[in-house]
Structure formats: C-alpha cells, structure tokens
C-alpha cells in the first residue's frame, strides 16, 4: 500500500506589504451550483483485456455498448472507469461480440458500483461535467478540433494564406475555495483550406516520404453529410487506395456487408473520389459530442486523403513576419474585447434550452470578482553597479543604456557563412562591436565560407576540423529558415562537437537592424557563460540550523519538463539546476521516456547530487535553499509526482551528504501554464506585471497562486501562469515565495522583459522540445549552459 501523500498547506491571508499593493480584479470565472448525480462503475472485462496495447479495444466495445445497449442514460468511459449522468445503470452484466481479424470472440462485461457522487459531495467528480458540457455545444452546431470547440459559422477567411480561423469558447468546471466555478474563455483553431492530398502532392522540394512521416498525429477534419467531424492520423496507408481498402460495414441490426472505401462514399454521401490516393487511418477525437450522439465511434476509420482538411498553421509560414502578423491580428483581441465577448457567450450558454443537460445551473451570470496583490517592483543589476526598478514589465530601454553586468570577450569564435555575404561581414562586424558597447569584446573570427545553400552543411562538416573544436562559439549566417539546415548544424555542433552555435538569418545583415542585433549579442553572452543582468538574491535565505554544512546562503532553482512525441510514442525529458549565485547559468541534463511518460521514475536522484556538487565548485558551499519547479503535470498525477520525483530529489541531497551534515530548505512547485483564467480590471483592462491572485478562484485541496508576470500590448489579453507547491519545509512566508518566482521571470535573457515563466522552468521547457525537435534524442556534449535557442 502506497504512502498517505500530505500536501503543503495553504498559508494564512496577508495583508499587502513591503512595496506590494492591493487591487480589485474580475477573473473569467461564473459562480455554479451542481444539479445532477454521478456514478462511477469499475469495468470488468472476462477474458481479461487488461494490458496496455488492449486499450483501444477496451474502449471501442464499451463505446458500443453505451451506443447500443445502455441508451438513453449518458455515459462515457475513459478506459478506467464509466460514468453514469442523472441515474445509474439498470444492468451491470453484458454479453457482447467483437471480431479483431476476422475472429470471434465473446466478452463478458460486468459493471461494480465505485461511487455514487451527489451534488454537495467534497469528492464530486466536477471534470466529468465538461463532457456534459462539451456535449450542450455540439448539439448548438459545434465541432471538437483536439480539445478545443469551435463553431463552423464563427469563421474569419484569409484568402491569401488558403486559411481559415474558426473561434470558440472553451469551458471548464472546477472546484474554488468558493465552491463549483464555470471558467469560460474564447479560443480559436487554425484550418487550412489544402486538403492532405494537395499536401502530398505539392511540388516544394520536400521528399513525400518525409510528409508522410509528419503526417501522423495530425488532426484533420471532415464534413460527411451535415455533420463536421474530427480525426487523429494514426497511419498514412500509402499501400491502399479507395478502390483496394475493404471493411465490414453494418448493414441492420445483426448483419454486416465488405464495401470498400470507394463504394462507400459514393452509395452513401454520392462522392466519386480519385482512385489513387493513400488512404488516412484515423480516430475520431473527442467524447463530449457522443454523449449526446453527435461525433462518429472511436473504431479506426479510414479517410480519403483528398476529404482531410488539414488543421494547424503551415510549417512554411512559421518564418513568414507577414503570415504570422496577421494570424496573429486576427486571432487577438483587446482585453476588453476579450471580457465582452466572454460574457456574452457565456450569457448565450446559460439561456440555451439544452444547458439543463449540463446538470449546472448559474448562480451568477457575471464574472467572479478578486482581491488581488502586486508584488513590489523588481530591482536589476546592471554593469558599474547601477541598479534600476522594472515598473511595467518591461526594461528593453535599460539594456539600451546600460552596460552588462558580466559579459564575457568573444576572443576565440568561428563564423560560417555563404561567399554572397562578404559583401555584408564587415558591417555586421562593426554592429555586433556597438551594440557590446565596448570593441575589445569581440575579437575578429576564424571564417568558413560556403558556396550555397544546397552544399551548406556538407560544407561546414568537412571544413571544420580538430582546430576549431575549443573555440568558444561558432555563429552560422543561414541563407533563410530551414529547418533541416538548422537540425544538421545544431546536431553536429551540439551532439559530435561539444561546441556552442548560434544562427541568424543573412537579411538581418543585409540591412542592420540594431534592435535585432542586439538581442543576437545578448544570447552571444549568455551562450558563452556570461551574465546580461541579474535580480538582487532574496535577503530572507538562511542556512538551517538544523545542518552542519556551511551552506552558500543562496538558491539553487531546478526545474523538469517534458515533451511528448506523437510520431515515436516517447517522451523527451530536460533537468536543470542552476550552479550560479545569480541563477543564470545552467547545469542541463536531457533524458528520453519510452512510452510518452510524464513522471520521471530513475536518475533524478543523481542528477541533483551533481547539481549540489557543481555548485559547490563554483560557491565553495552548497546551496542553503533547493526549489524545484516542476512543469507539465496535471492534478491527476499530483500525489505520484511527490511520492515519485520529490522523493528522488530528497535521496540526491542525502546522497550528497547525509542528515543532519546537509539539510538545504527544500519546495516542490508545479507549474501549469495552460490553463483557461484570464483575469481583467472592472472596466476590462489588462492587470499589472507582477499580479498575484491567491484567493476566491484557487484551488481548497492545494496551495496554489496565479501569476501574471509578463506586460503585453492594450491588443492582447495577458496569460497569468498558476503555481501549485505540492511540498514546501520554506521558512519564507507565502509572499516572499511569490514575490521570488516573479523575480525569475526576469531573468532570461533572449528578452528585455519579464516572461510568463521563471527562469529555470523557461530553460526546462526549450530544453525538452530542443532535445525532441532538434537533437532527436543523441546525446549532446555539453552540459553546462544557460539556455537552448
């Protein structure tokens, strides 16, 4: 039997202090009361179909047995158990047929009762009613595209880019320190016009073979007869055509006739389709619509590639300033905007004739209002020990005007570029020294010139020998955006030579912009283990009395996240743990989970041994305070993540040194940065930088905030980012802890700015998807850095 896992407690109120303020705010969030029952049946499948690669089928024969045999009551499994709405089940034993290649075979199906949860019940499943809910907007015409519900008719056109954006609104319920909330918010998706047969045969110099492969996991939509249908590409089938692919169709209640793909569509929706095209193996997305037998089954289906409309913004326009802008203004809106169209939506839900399925009612149609607090303004470090505030959340002028505080001289650095940009060296030569604001930073470098573009690579690999294996730095001048080009050198720079890169793009030489070459010469530092600015380390860190360590007095920040391939089913993992006073320079460490895992199960404990040391090395003590920022998992997973992970992290300090010699303060943070609240003034205007929110909408099972740190534009609404600390034996009180987390957000130097995130969770997450997208799981060589681009 596990251990009883006992979450941090939530800290008592405190008034505004020490520079911070109160303020009042409204969150998107709408008061609910509960109006229906749930029950919760465990499932029992004789013979057993218990293991991992029977999932699927689990799910198909209980999906068609809800369809078939336990009609009208709503339903849906989510392969553990099955959830009855409004009353129970009438049977709990069936007798049922499935075939699985040809075969036979006959299951027994018997349903326990778990748990009857009542509205009023602290253990009330509230997740479970968004089903209900997403199953009120299908029947009002919208269609799921991943978890996302979107209306046909709510779509802006962009001819030039052959798109289309279709907005929504996505709700969710949870459980507040107020009781049952309603989050409401507006989304959108992008589609695209191409179907994924014009896909594959656009002539645009990229192998088929290749598109094939970026195909799967995909989400495409359909529209078959009245109805828009979603699906996940499991398998593109460039082996079967229409004309060639069979399958079993139901032709009456126990009578089933082979028809192939072909015949189908023409008997039954009078579509004659091209007889050469693969065909796409999908699953339908979604349970919400079949709730209320909207959505098609979630059996594999087979799609004609030529009726997939492809979803998502072309990897093509993702470099393209003017494509991206404009989706970008079309899909923002004001905060105002935001708030009204928030409430007038939600307004329209709550008058629906079918929101009585939702088994909710509003006890308020009007958003939740907030006493909140601004953290005290953050104080910078600049070079010649000047100091300055950041009010706003912004500080791109100081960088302007101040000097670093620890850059390092680029002395020993190599620069690769093609022979049509000699012409533009010298000038991007003479920026990069103004920007640094003093010459003697940056040396002249070694040279490789490539020929072209298509000989780049090639180029570059056989060119760089031996003698350039110590230099601090190579900087590629690309021709454009390509992302195999900038796969390859990364790859080989990273992985077979343990050296630093950095990449820009040859039109921002062609003509120097200042403003982008000094952001270039800000990651030049950081890359070669220099400092751009730094926060002043929190006064309220004190070595344990309880250890007999000398400790540093400072911080080490560490953070974990992970990335989940669809392609390879596995999961690409990043440490880091900072060894620097300041906290800006990184121990890094990456690691691949088979099987698409969340929680790491192995190797933590050692990586956070080595962190201790390394930054003993570089402190002559060991830090005083350890805090992990824990990114990507959902509440679900809460109690495996501390008895899994912090678990480890605790036996890497023992490790180091055993209790009572070493006993650093230690918290265990989750951080959460998809999530629906936004959070508004009265009149609807965006909140301050360095907002906390810690009551009314948080949760009454954890000690949680919500933090919106970033500044952004009057055209956009700001995303706050929510903190669950799980595990915490801090003596700093709970607004210390807050107003530290935003100091960290100051401190990534790609941008003169506070960011949604602090530091080490930022470094973590472009880590994990760097290690996924670039370096495909090979190990690289170097270990210590401040962060990936």
């Known amino acids: 039997m596990s251990e009883i896992v006992h979450f941090a407690p939530r800290p008592p109120i405190q008034a505004p202090s020490g520079g911070s303020r109160g303020l009042h705010i409204v969150a998107n969030s709408y008061q609910i009361k509960v109006k229906i029952s749930i029950f919760q049946y465990s499932v029992h499948f004789e013979p057993l179909l218990d293991s991992q690669r029977e999932r699927k089928r689990r799910q198909k024969i209980i999906d068609r047995l809800i369809d078939e045999s336990l009609a009208p009551l709503r339903c849906v499994f989510d392969n553990t158990s099955l959830y009855s709405f409004g009353s129970p089940l009438d049977n709990v034993q069936f007798q049922v047929v499935d075939t699985i290649q040809g075969k036979k075979q006959d299951f027994t199906i018997g349903f326990e009762l778990v748990r009857e949860s009542n509205p009023g019940d602290n253990s009330f499943p509230l997740q479970q009613l968004n089903v209900l809910l997403k199953g009120v907007q299908a029947q009002n015409g919208f269609v799921q595209i991943r978890r996302d519900m979107v209306h046909p008719a709510n779509k802006q056109e962009l001819p030039k880019y052959r798109l289309e954006i279709w907005s929504g609104t996505r709700f969710s319920i949870y459980l507040s320190q107020k009781g049952p909330m309603m989050v409401a918010d507006k989304i959108h998706s992008i589609l695209r016009k191409d179907t994924v047969l014009d896909f594959l045969n656009k002539n645009d110099g990229i192998r088929r073979e290749d598109k094939v492969e970026s195909l799967e996991g995909m989400f495409i939509l359909t529209k078959h007869g009245d109805n828009f249908l979603t699906y996940r590409i499991v398998k593109v089938l460039t082996d079967q055509t229409p004309r060639t692919y069979t399958f079993m169709r139901r032709a009456g209640k126990d009578a089933t006739v082979q028809e192939t793909v072909e015949q189908y569509f023409k008997d039954c929706y009078s579509i004659t389709l091209k007889p050469n095209q693969p065909l796409l193996l999908c699953m339908a997305t979604g ?189 590629f001048i690309l021709p454009k955006k390509t992302t195999t080009l900038y796969r390859n050198l990364k790859q080989h720079t ?126 002559k003590a060991p830090p005083s305070t350890i805090i992990m920022y824990r990114d990507g998992v959902g509440d679900s997973q809460f109690e495996a993540a501390v008895q899994g992970e912090y678990n480890m992290i605790l036996k890497g300090i023992r490790d180091y040194a055993p209790q009572p010699v070493y006993r650093p303060q230690t918290a265990y943070i989750m951080v959460n940065k998809r999530i629906n609240h936004r959070f508004f003034t009265p009149n609807g205007d965006n909140i301050q930088p360095g907002t906390i929110v810690d009551t009314v909408v948080t949760s009454p099972l954890y000690y949680d905030f919500f933090l919106v740190a970033q500044s952004v534009n009057r055209f956009t609404t700001a995303l706050p980012t929510r903190f669950v600390v799980l595990q915490s034996d801090l003596k700093w009180t709970n607004h210390q802890l807050q107003d530290f987390t935003y100091q960290l957000c100051h401190l990534y130097c790609n941008f003169p700015g506070a960011i949604s995130l602090p530091m080490p969770v930022q470094v973590a997450h472009k880590l994990s998807l760097y290690s996924q997208d670039i370096l495909d799981g090979k190990d690289s060589k170097i270990s210590q850095l401040p962060f990936i681009f």
């Open 494 to 619: 990273n992985c077979a030579c343990g050296v630093m890169s950095q990449c820009i793009i040859s039109k921002n030489i062609q003509r120097i912009n200042l403003s982008v070459i000094s952001g270039l010469w800000l990651q030049i530092v950081a890359k070669v283990k220099g400092s751009c600015w730094r926060i002043q380390n929190p006064t309220w860190v004190k070595q344990n009395p309880e250890s007999t360590k000398k400790e540093s007095g400072g911080v080490m920040v560490c953070s974990i996240d992970v990335s989940r391939s669809m392609k390879k089913k596995q999961s690409y993992a990043a440490l880091v743990a900072s060894y620097s006073n300041d906290m800006t320079q990184y121990h890094l460490r990456t690691m691949i989970l088979k099987g698409r895992q969340e929680l790491l199960t192995e190797r933590l404990d050692k990586f956070i041994k080595m962190s201790i040391e390394l930054y003993e090395r570089e402190n």
């Open 287 to 475: 349970s919400g619509g079949r709730v209320f037998k909207i959505t098609a089954s979630s059996k594999p289906v087979a799609i004609p590639s030529e009726l997939a409309f492809m979803t998502g913004i072309p990897e093509e326009f993702h470099s393209d300033f003017f494509a991206m802008k404009e989706i970008k203004d079309r899909i923002g809106s004001s905060p105002q905007e935001r708030k009204r169209q928030i409430e007038d939506v939600t307004r329209t839900l709550f008058q629906s004739p079918q929101f009585p399925q939702s088994g909710i009612e509003a006890i308020s149609n009007t958003m939740v209002p907030i006493d909140a607090r601004v953290c005290a303004p953050v104080v910078l470090r600049w070079g010649g020990n000047k100091q300055e505030e950041v009010r706003n959340g912004s500080f791109r002028d100081s960088v302007t005007r101040n000097t670093l505080i620890a850059p390092v001289a680029l002395q020993k650095w190599l620069l690769v570029y093609q022979k049509q940009d000699e012409r533009n060296i010298a000038q991007f030569m003479d920026a990069l020294r103004k920007v640094a604001k003093n010459p003697q930073l940056v040396a002249n470098p070694d040279k490789i010139i490539v020929d072209n573009e298509r000989t780049f690579f090639d180029q570059f690999k056989k060119d760089f020998g031996p003698q350039y294996k110590d230099h601090q730095l190579v900087i």
